[in-house]
């Protein structure tokens, strides 16, 4: 059983910037792959970010590409989503998600096994 609770969304201002935190329980978080995802409403969820569980390689949406950075720190349990350049089309709920199956970093919401509550993320103009 894996569990995920994210932090660190709130309302911000255009050009802003956020740091997401997603906090899992399980003794080998280390090898899971972790992702994040976010949903606006009426859309689908589409992928932010994604880590192997050693955290040497990572994968990102072009939408946030050199804006977004993912990280973990596996002696803490978590996985961190760096936002900067925040622009409106960026407000979604954004969930941290993780998988029990692969070692690869997928972009596809089927590769993931766990999902986290989400936490609201809202950019003003």
């Known amino acids: 059983q894996v569990q995920l609770v994210e932090s660190g969304g709130g309302l911000v201002q255009a050009g802003d910037s956020l740091r997401l935190s997603c906090a899992a329980s399980?003794?080998?978080?280390?090898?899971?792959?972790m992702g994040w995802f976010r949903q606006a409403p009426g859309k689908e969820r589409e992928f932010v970010a994604a880590i192997r569980g050693n955290g040497r390689i990572t994968s990102y949406g072009s939408s946030v590409r050199g804006r977004f950075t993912i990280s973990r720190d596996n002696a803490k349990n978590t996985v961190y989503l760096q936002m900067n350049s925040l622009e409106p089309e960026d407000t979604a709920v954004y969930y941290c998600?993780?998988?029990?199956?692969?070692?690869?970093?997928?972009?596809?919401?089927?590769?993931?096994?766990?999902w986290g509550q989400g936490t609201q993320v809202t950019v003003s103009s």
């Open positions: 399980g003794r080998t978080f280390s090898s899971y792959p």
């Open positions: 998600a993780a998988s029990i199956r692969f070692t690869m970093v997928a972009a596809d919401t089927n590769e993931y096994d766990y």
